[in-house]
């Protein structure tokens, strides 16, 4: 059997580069597509597409969550520089602010340094390529760890699933020979407020079953459980295709609970409307499980 992914994970890796700790951390919830999210350090922003397209090689769907951190700048590639017109501009801005409110304490640094648009990183055009490969297989290992756990966790969902789904054989294989009792009771019972009505000498049997044929047909059961057994299959062989299956998945769970849903409605039997119930039960346990697979 291919694996199954969770769309849920998390996996953090440190590493030193460049006398630097570096240390990439990923999570991954549901989501119906595949949304990516990187946070990075000023100095390394270059590296955010090639990140992202690391992440969709590996991952086909969930909001995924990729932070890089560094314990310190790294000289090489980054400089920190003051916006000299941005500190101009915002001392202008505090000093008319002080006019106008009335206030006459003069303006201070600390005043100043609530904004960080004051500072501007001078990034080399290129960063060295030994780096570059460097942060990049930092996201690489993260990313293989993340998806280790999300195959363990996928392989708890499809040992629950296939656990549900085997009971819900169970009682498809229940209602079979239920099936074919239905429409008979269903006559049965049509009779009977019949001959409370009239004399029974009076009722052309034959004649009320022809009638009641048209009724009993549509209290037949049976298309929708061959149906129901045909998408327990489908069920199992999607799954056993691996990742990405969730979306087909429950595509075919929507199809399983309108079977049922019919079974519901056309039954005449006390025994039948239980196992209905017990079906539409654990097709959205299912359900519930299949949000989370990838």
Not at 121 to 127: A, D, L, M
Not at 154 to 164: H, K, P, T
Not at 203 to 218: F, G, H, K, T
Not at 282 to 287: H, S
């Amino acid at each position: 059997m291919a694996t199954i992914y969770s769309m849920t994970g998390f996996a953090v890796h440190t590493v030193n580069v460049d006398d630097s700790e570096v240390t990439c951390e990923i999570r991954s919830l549901n989501s119906r597509y595949l949304e990516i999210f990187v946070k990075l350090p000023q100095a390394l922003r270059v590296l955010e597409d090639s990140i992202k397209d690391r992440v969709r090689s590996r991952v086909s769907r969930g909001k995924i969550s990729c932070v890089i951190t560094t314990s310190s700048l790294i000289p090489a590639i980054q400089n920190l520089n003051i916006d000299s017109q941005t500190v101009e501009l915002y001392t202008k801005l505090l000093d008319d602010i002080r006019k106008v409110a009335g206030i006459h304490e003069p303006i201070k640094l600390e005043h100043l340094l609530q904004f960080s648009e004051i500072f501007s990183f001078e990034e080399n055009s290129e960063i060295d390529e030994a780096f570059r490969n460097a942060i990049l297989q930092v996201v690489d290992t993260t990313l293989t760890i993340l998806n280790e756990s999300r195959a363990r966790e996928g392989a708890n969902l499809v040992e629950d699933l296939l656990s549900r789904l085997k009971k819900i054989e169970q009682v498809v294989e229940e209602l079979k020979p239920l099936a074919q009792q239905n429409p008979r009771v269903e006559f049965e019972k049509l009779y009977q407020r019949l001959q409370n009505l009239i004399q029974e000498q009076k009722i052309d049997r034959e004649r009320l079953e022809q009638e009641v044929a048209i009724i009993a047909d549509r209290v037949d059961i049976t298309e929708e459980l061959v149906r129901l057994e045909s998408h327990i299959q489908l069920f199992r062989d999607t799954v056993a295709n691996g990742s990405p299956a969730g979306k087909k998945l429950n595509f075919i769970l929507q199809e399983m609970h309108r079977e049922a849903n019919t079974i519901s409605s056309k039954n005449t039997m006390v025994e039948i409307s239980h196992r209905a119930v017990i079906l539409k039960e654990e097709i959205e346990k299912i359900r519930e499980q299949v949000q989370n697979i990838e």
